[in-house]
């Protein structure tokens, strides 16, 4: 079983890339390959000396730029772990289960139920084969609340690991808001898609 473990980042300030890299550090000791896909911030040698790959794009938006480093993925395994997300606890490898998608649980998060957690998700090769990858015509939002709902019939959230997610902390990093026009375009465009 090999892990590929994708982090797209966007790293614009000296705090964004130390996340990052203190992120990318945390993984690379079970990657079989680190894949770093930067969209249009900084170029960090440190982030580049870390990574086996590292892919430099200008402002793709989160969804190509997940797609685009999710392309070059060789493993079994794909994680596909936002830049501010850690593992608090748990085995990594009870992530990896055949022929399902998993997230892990998420600590201090009320969500109820069971979901996608588009911060941290897994997905087998012969999935991502046969489901595809998120829809780019949501450029930043709902592109993962859109491959939940293809997927979910395979989804499985795995409570046996715990991550830690600094929620929006690229956003407050950047002083923007959560809801802007961008937000309202891809909330219209996934609305269209679900009906």
Same mark, same amino acid.
């Given at each position: 079983?090999?892990?590929? !473990? !994708?982090?797209?980042? @966007?790293?614009?300030?000296? +705090?964004?890339?130390?996340?990052?890299?203190?992120?990318?550090?945390?993984?690379?000791?079970?990657?079989?390959?680190?894949?770093?896909?930067?969209? /249009?911030?900084?170029?960090?040698?440190?982030?580049?000396?870390?990574?086996?790959?590292? &892919?430099?794009?200008?402002?793709?938006?989160?969804?190509?730029?997940?797609?685009?480093?999710?392309?070059?993925?060789?493993?079994?395994?794909?994680? &596909?772990?936002?830049?501010?997300?850690?593992?608090?606890?748990?085995?990594?490898?009870? $992530?990896?289960?055949? /022929?399902?998608?998993?997230?892990?649980?998420?600590?201090?998060?009320?969500?109820?139920?069971?979901?996608?957690?588009?911060?941290?998700?897994?997905?087998?090769?012969?999935?991502?084969?046969?489901?595809?990858?998120?829809?780019?015509?949501?450029?930043?939002?709902?592109?993962?609340?859109? @491959? @939940?709902?293809?997927?979910? +019939?395979?989804? $499985?959230?795995?409570?046996?690991? !715990?991550?830690?997610?600094?929620?929006?902390?690229?956003?407050?990093? $950047?002083?923007?808001?959560?809801?802007?026009?961008?937000?309202?375009?891809?909330?219209?465009?996934?609305?269209?898609?679900?009906?």
């Amino acid at each position: 079983m090999t892990i590929s !473990v !994708v982090i797209p980042c @966007y790293t614009l300030n000296r +705090d964004l890339e130390t996340m990052a890299f203190n992120c990318a550090k945390g993984y690379k000791e079970f990657a079989d390959q680190l894949i770093i896909s930067e969209d /249009g911030g900084r170029q960090s040698k440190a982030l580049q000396s870390l990574a086996d790959m590292y &892919i430099y794009h200008d402002n793709f938006g989160f969804t190509e730029n997940v797609n685009t480093a999710w392309k070059s993925a060789t493993g079994d395994y794909v994680f &596909i772990v936002n830049s501010d997300t850690y593992i608090e606890s748990g085995n990594y490898k009870d $992530l990896c289960v055949p /022929g399902h998608v998993t997230s892990p649980k998420m600590a201090g998060h009320t969500r109820p139920g069971v979901f996608l957690n588009g911060a941290f998700f897994v997905v087998p090769k012969e999935v991502q084969e046969e489901r595809g990858m998120l829809d780019q015509s949501l450029k930043t939002y709902y592109s993962d609340d859109d @491959y @939940y709902e293809r997927i979910k +019939d395979i989804f $499985l959230q795995i409570d046996s690991v !715990v991550i830690r997610h600094v929620y929006g902390a690229t956003i407050s990093c $950047l002083g923007k808001e959560w809801h802007n026009k961008e937000a309202e375009r891809d909330r219209e465009i996934y609305r269209r898609v679900k009906i």
